[in-house]
């Protein structure tokens, strides 16, 4: 399943309605007019149901969702609940439907019962006090489905704002027949061996860069500097206008330098993420590797255009340091309860159950190319040998994204979280395309930015 190139952000209105309530003017005017009207027609009874509603009887918990494939779980849900039904409907994918969300929350009115959030914009929800707290509703009951980091992600403090879904641990994807002519028998295991391959791809005069390093990247380069040890945010929903910022940490800037080395060498590319360019080169045999989370197999293999030659393998993402390896995560998407739900304890129900059987999960799986976080399915025997096709049939998860979400240990989001993104691509982008800017004084003039930025809104920052 493809994300946004926020990955979880919301939009430019969200962020200054989440901290208009922390700063000292108030409420923001940013919001768009009128909008609160469609998001309050998506989220009405059951004449706006894009699903069918199977006890018209019953009582109803209003979704907004984009997963693939959705409609399908959505009837499983509501076959076996008598008593309890799922009235979904599509209100947009990521920022389309956060930019909905958000307009609802500040008219007080046109929310649906349960939302798809991204975990990334949980926290600019949280301090709006948009999302019910589980842990009244029963939010322990399913801990134990989930690993620990993957739980981090959607608690703060003792509160549990939502239930998680799917995930994107890190993998590393690249095409095993330009290796070979390339000389490269192995893919690399550490960053060190990655630059030196790069290196080798391009003497052996390959027409193809090694990989590309998307300044737009945002949640993929916090990522990668999370792998380098970056926790740049300490945050607390329970005290929403504290906050500790450290952006501009070594390993952060070791990154940049790093990549910055190799696109000065001409080894690998800086194409927007997501683009047509990109993704031509995806499958055209212009980039060697990709980089990708674990919806990536399914991205990759629905673009058009795929070359007939191409011999796709799946390794795990290089480490910095091969004997402590470090894992990390690109994306991940959950169910929120919202604020202004009917009856929480109903909604809970759909949140924690909806993806709650294996049958629903080989639907979201098999035809929406999402990568489970509920542990009956990610640690059965049906997924870990589950053989993908389009890699030749290797067992991808089993070889790479299996291992890579075990040891993900979870990360912590800020409040103001499309700020902070719109302010590293500039910054990234200054630094590695434009080279107006060293990548030490990029990630520095991050910091100062950013910290200044929350300041003004009113948070106290440490």
Not at 18 to 40: I, N, V
Request: hydrophobic share 40%.
């Amino acid at each position: 399943m493809k994300r946004s190139l926020a990955v979880g952000t919301a939009a430019v209105g969200l962020l200054a309605l989440a901290l208009g309530a922390c700063s000292s003017g108030g409420g923001s005017t940013t919001a768009s007019e009128g909008a609160s009207g469609a998001a309050t027609g998506a989220a009405g009874g059951s004449g706006s149901c894009t699903n069918k509603i199977v006890n018209p009887d019953a009582k109803q918990v209003t979704v907004w969702a984009w997963y693939p494939a959705f409609e399908q779980v959505v009837d499983l849900f509501n076959n076996s609940h008598k008593d309890l039904q799922i009235c979904w409907s599509n209100a947009g994918q990521g920022n389309d439907e956060y930019t909905k969300f958000s307009t609802a929350v500040e008219a007080g009115t046109g929310a649906p019962d349960v939302v798809m959030l991204e975990t990334e914009v949980l926290s600019s929800f949280t301090i709006r006090n948009a999302l019910v707290d589980l842990s009244k509703y029963g939010a322990a009951d399913v801990k134990k489905n989930y690993s620990d980091g993957v739980w981090k992600d959607v608690t703060s403090g003792d509160a549990v704002y939502a239930i998680p879904v799917d995930g994107g641990p890190m993998g590393m994807l690249y095409r095993k027949d330009l290796f070979d002519k390339a000389g490269i028998t192995t893919p690399p295991t550490t960053w060190a061996e990655f630059a030196a391959d790069a290196q080798k791809m391009h003497d052996s005069g390959s027409k193809a860069l090694f990989t590309d390093f998307p300044t737009n990247g945002r949640a993929y380069l916090q990522a990668l500097f999370a792998q380098k040890g970056s926790a740049p945010y300490v945050y607390d929903a329970a005290k929403a206008t504290d906050v500790s910022i450290k952006l501009n940490d070594q390993g952060s800037k070791d990154v940049m330098k790093y990549w910055q080395g190799l696109t000065d060498k001409g080894l690998v590319g800086t194409d927007d993420a997501f683009t047509t360019d990109y993704n031509t080169k995806l499958v055209d045999g212009g980039y060697a590797v990709y980089l990708a989370a674990a919806w990536g197999p399914g991205y990759l293999s629905g673009l058009s255009g795929t070359d007939p030659t191409a011999v796709w393998q799946a390794a795990p993402i290089p480490q910095w340091d091969a004997s402590a390896p470090a894992q990390v995560n690109w994306g991940g998407s959950t169910f929120a309860v919202t604020s202004q739900a009917k009856d929480p304890a109903a909604a809970a129900t759909v949140a924690k159950e909806v993806f709650g059987t294996e049958e629903a999960w080989k639907v979201g799986i098999e035809k929406g190319a999402l990568f489970p976080l509920w542990k009956p399915i990610l640690e059965s025997d049906y997924f870990t040998n589950l053989a993908y096709p389009f890699f030749g049939g290797q067992k991808i998860n089993q070889d790479v994204f299996l291992k890579a979400s075990q040891g993900y240990k979870g990360f912590t989001w800020s409040p103001f979280q499309n700020f902070a993104y719109d302010k590293l691509t500039e910054e990234a982008n200054a630094a590695i395309v434009q080279k107006t800017k060293s990548t030490d004084d990029a990630i520095d003039n991050l910091q100062k930015t950013v910290v200044d930025y929350a300041k003004a809104q009113g948070f106290t920052v440490k």
